[in-house]
C-alpha cells in the first residue's frame, strides 16, 4: 500500500518538476567529462536505471519509478542494468541477463526483487537462482545454462565496464543519454529522480533543436 502511494504522488508531481527550468548542473545532477555512447536507435533519448537487486533504496525507487517509465514519450528508451561491484552484485547481475537470454525477466523483475526484500532470499547461488526461475516456464537446466553462459558473463562485463564509464560508486543511479547522472543525493529522495531525469529529457531535446 505504502510503495503504491509514494507512485501516486510521483506521478501527480511528474508534470510540475518535468518542464523545470531550474536544475543546476552539479546540484541536481552531475555532468560526465566524457559522454557514454548510447544503446539505442537513432532519434531515440536513452535513460539507464543502474540498480542492485539488494539494495533497498532500489527496490523503493521501482514503484515511481515504473509509474514514470509507463508514461515515457515515444522518443525516450529505457534500460535497466544491474551494477557490478562484485561479490553477490555480480551474481544478481547474472540473474538478470540470464533472465534476458531466457526471455522472462519482465516477469522475473519484480518478484525477484520481492524475494530478496520480502521474503529475505539471497538468490546468490546458481542452483537456488534456477530453482527460482522453474516457476517461470523454464526448466532448471535451461536456467543453470543461461546462468554460466558465456554470453551471459560477457553481458556482465560490459555492464562493469559502463559503469565505470558512468564514474558510479553506488546506487540507485538514473543516467540520462549516456551524459548526465542523477543519484538519490543530487536529486534530493527518490521519488525525485525520475522527475529530475524528465527535465534533462527536455534539456536533451532542446539541445537537439539548437
Not at 66 to 94: C, I, Q, S, Y
Not at 145 to 158: D, H, Y
Request: glycine fraction near 8%; charge should be negative.
Amino acid at each position: 500500500m505504502f510503495k503504491t502511494l509514494v507512485a501516486v504522488l510521483a506521478g501527480l508531481s511528474l508534470s510540475t518538476l518535468a518542464s523545470a527550468q531550474s536544475l543546476v548542473e552539479g546540484e541536481q545532477y552531475k555532468v560526465l567529462d566524457e559522454a557514454v555512447p548510447t544503446q539505442v536507435e537513432e532519434g531515440q533519448i536513452e535513460v539507464v536505471e543502474a540498480f542492485w537487486y539488494g539494495c533497498p533504496h532500489c527496490y523503493s525507487l521501482e514503484d515511481p519509478l515504473n509509474a514514470w517509465v509507463a508514461e515515457l514519450p515515444e522518443d525516450v528508451t529505457f534500460r535497466r542494468m544491474p551494477a557490478t561491484m562484485g561479490g553477490d552484485w555480480n551474481k544478481h547481475a547474472v540473474a538478470f541477463y540470464a533472465a534476458q537470454e531466457l526471455g522472462i525477466l519482465e516477469d522475473v523483475h519484480d518478484d525477484f526483487f520481492d524475494a530478496v526484500h520480502q521474503e529475505g532470499r539471497h538468490l546468490t547461488e546458481v542452483d537456488d537462482i534456477a530453482d527460482f526461475f522453474s516457476d517461470y516456464g523454464v526448466s532448471e537446466d535451461e536456467a543453470r545454462q543461461a546462468l554460466t553462459s558465456f554470453g551471459v558473463k560477457s553481458q556482465v562485463n560490459q555492464a562493469h565496464a559502463r559503469m565505470r564509464a558512468y564514474g558510479l560508486m553506488g546506487v540507485p543511479a538514473l543516467i540520462v543519454e549516456g551524459r548526465y547522472v542523477i543519484t538519490p543525493s543530487s536529486a534530493g529522495s527518490l521519488e525525485n529522480m525520475p522527475q529530475i531525469a524528465s527535465a534533462l529529457i527536455e534539456k536533451v531535446r532542446d539541445d537537439g533543436n539548437q
